[in-house]
C-alpha cells in the first residue's frame, strides 16, 4: 500500500511519455555535424593559403610549378566520379546491386586514378627541391592538399568497405544509409577540390 502512495506521489514532469524516432535519423545527422566539422577545418585551410599563398621566399611560384593540363585531368577525373557515383545511388534505388556494384567500381578506380595523379604531382615538385619546407606558399599548398588528398583516400577505402558490405548482406536498409553518407562525403570532396582548383591553380596562375 505504501509503494502505491509513492507511485501515485511521483511529480508529473518526472515521468516520460514514450516517443519515436525515425531509424537511421541519428545516423545522417551525425554525418551531418561530421561534414560541418570538415567544411570547418577545410575553411581554415583555405585562409591560411591566402595569407601565405604568396611568400615564396624567394623560390619558385605556382607558374614555375603547377603543370594546369595536369590538374585539368585530375579535376575532370574527380568531377566524373561524382557522375558515376550517382549512378550507382540511383541504381542502389532501384534495387539492382550487380549494376550498383559496377558503377562504384567505376568510381573506385576514378578515384585511384585522382590520387595517383596527386602523388605524381607531389613528387615532382619534390624533385625540384619544392617540397613543403622550401617557403611558406609550399607549406601551406601541401598541407591543402595534402589533407584533401587523404580525405579522398578515406573514401576510397570506405568504398571497397562498402562494395564487401553490400556483398556479403545486400541492400539491407543500414547499407543504404551508410551509401547515403558515403555520397555525401563524396560529392563534398569535389565541391572542395573545385574551390582548390580555383583558389589554388587557376588565381595561382594568373
Not at 167 to 196: T, Y
Request: net charge neutral.
Amino acid at each position: 500500500m505504501a509503494m502505491q502512495t509513492q507511485s501515485s506521489s511521483t511529480p508529473s514532469y518526472w515521468k516520460t511519455e514514450p516517443h519515436h524516432h525515425p531509424e537511421g535519423a541519428s545516423t545522417r545527422l551525425g554525418f551531418w555535424i561530421y561534414l560541418m566539422s570538415d567544411c570547418l577545418m577545410f575553411a581554415v585551410l583555405f585562409a591560411v593559403f591566402g595569407v601565405l599563398g604568396q611568400s615564396y621566399a624567394a623560390g619558385p611560384g605556382p607558374k614555375v610549378l603547377f603543370d594546369l593540363n595536369l590538374i585539368a585531368v585530375a579535376t575532370g577525373i574527380l568531377l566524373v566520379s561524382s557522375i558515376t557515383f550517382g549512378f550507382a545511388m540511383l541504381a542502389m534505388y532501384e534495387g539492382r546491386q550487380a549494376r550498383m556494384q559496377l558503377w562504384l567500381g567505376v568510381t573506385l578506380v576514378l578515384g585511384l586514378a585522382f590520387l595517383a595523379l596527386e602523388i605524381y604531382e607531389f613528387h615532382h615538385l619534390i624533385e625540384l627541391g619544392a617540397g613543403p619546407q622550401r617557403s611558406a606558399f609550399l607549406s601551406s599548398f601541401f598541407a591543402l592538399v595534402g589533407t584533401h588528398g587523404l580525405h579522398v583516400l578515406f573514401g576510397c577505402i570506405w568504398l571497397v568497405t562498402m562494395m564487401v558490405q553490400i556483398n556479403q548482406k545486400g541492400l539491407i536498409p543500414a547499407n543504404a544509409r551508410r551509401m547515403e553518407c558515403l555520397s555525401m562525403f563524396w560529392h563534398f570532396l569535389d565541391v572542395i577540390w573545385i574551390g582548390v582548383f580555383t583558389f589554388v591553380y587557376l588565381l595561382g596562375m594568373i
